[in-house]
C-alpha cells in the first residue's frame, strides 16, 4: 500500500514525521500558499500534501531515495524532484528573526557530517562534518537562526563572525560559551585576571540558559538527515534551516 497523508492515522504521522495531524496541516497549508503549484505543466506524480509528507519523511528518517520511493510508490527521480523544489520553501518558513531587543538569545555549534567533501573538513568528531550555528530564545526554545554550513574544523567563533554575524542585526542580550570569546557581538562568562572563568551565580544562570541551546540542538537533531547527510550543495542549509522551522511549528501548535 502506497504511503498517503490521506491514508495516515495520527498515531503513524507522528511516529513517521514527529508532527501530528494539526501541524501538518498548517504545514501544507503554509506551503501551499507559495503558489507552488501554480502555472500550466504535466500532472504531478504525486498531490501536494503527499509531497509535503515525502518532505518531513525524508529529513525525519534519512531513508535513501530508492528506500522513500518505494513507500510512496513512485521512482526516486521523482523523490529527487519533490525534495529538490520544496526543500529550499520549507527552510524559507524560518523567516527573519524577531526584531524585539529585550529577549534574550543562545548561541551555539554544532558538527553535522556531511558526505559532500567540498563543504567539510575533517573534525574534532573524527569525521568530515560541517560547522553549523543556532541561535534559539530560551524562553520557549524557539529557533531564531541558523547559519550556513563552514567545514567543521572552523572555531564557532569564526563561523558566527562570518555567517550570522554579518546576516543578523546587532543585538545586546545574545551570549555564548567560551568558544566565542574575543567576539564583540556575544556575552561570553566573566573571567578572573588569571583567565579562568569565574564561576560565580552569574556563571550559574548562564549555564542554565546554555543548557537550553544545547537541548534545542538536540531536539532538532532528532531529525536524522542532521546526523548523516548525504545530499549535496546547498542542501544541507536547507536541511538545517528547515528542520529549524518544523521545530517551531511543533512549538506553535500543540
Not at 21 to 45: F, I, T, Y
Not at 210 to 218: K, Q
Not at 244 to 251: G, I, P, S
Request: hydrophobic share 35%; charged share 30%.
Amino acid at each position: 500500500m502506497r504511503l498517503s497523508l490521506v491514508r495516515c492515522k495520527n498515531v503513524e504521522l507522528r511516529a513517521w514525521t514527529g508532527l501530528t495531524w494539526p501541524q501538518m496541516r498548517s504545514l501544507v497549508e503554509q506551503l501551499w500558499e507559495r503558489k507552488l503549484d501554480a502555472g500550466h505543466g504535466r500532472n504531478r506524480a504525486l498531490p501536494f500534501p503527499d509531497r509535503v509528507l515525502l518532505l518531513v519523511l525524508a529529513y525525519r528518517t534519512n531513508l535513501t531515495m530508492q528506500q522513500i520511493a518505494s513507500l510512496s510508490g513512485t521512482t526516486d527521480s521523482t523523490v529527487h524532484r519533490v525534495l529538490s523544489r520544496l526543500a529550499p520553501h520549507l527552510a524559507e518558513l524560518l523567516g527573519p528573526p524577531p526584531a524585539d531587543r529585550r529577549e534574550l538569545r543562545v548561541v551555539d555549534g554544532t558538527l553535522i557530517p556531511v558526505h559532500d567533501q567540498s563543504r567539510t573538513a575533517k573534525s574534532k568528531n573524527y569525521r568530515r562534518s560541517a560547522n553549523v550555528q543556532a541561535v534559539c530564545r530560551p524562553r520557549d526554545r524557539r529557533v531564531v537562526a541558523v547559519s550556513d554550513a563552514w567545514p567543521g574544523n572552523r572555531n564557532d567563533v569564526v563561523v558566527y563572525r562570518e555567517t550570522l554575524g554579518r546576516s543578523l542585526p546587532d543585538h545586546p542580550r545574545i551570549s555564548g560559551d567560551g568558544g566565542y570569546r574575543g567576539c564583540d557581538q556575544i556575552r561570553t562568562p566573566r573571567r578572573g585576571p588569571d583567565g579562568r572563568i569565574v564561576k560565580d551565580r552569574t556563571y550559574k544562570r548562564f549555564r542554565k540558559r546554555r543548557a537550553v541551546a544545547e537541548h534545542t540542538i538536540a531536539r532538532l537533531k532528532d531529525h536524522q538527515i542532521l546526523r548523516q547527510c548525504r545530499r549535496r550543495g546547498d542542501a544541507i542549509n536547507h536541511a538545517v534551516a528547515g528542520v529549524a522551522a518544523l521545530h517551531n511549528l511543533n512549538l506553535d501548535i500543540r
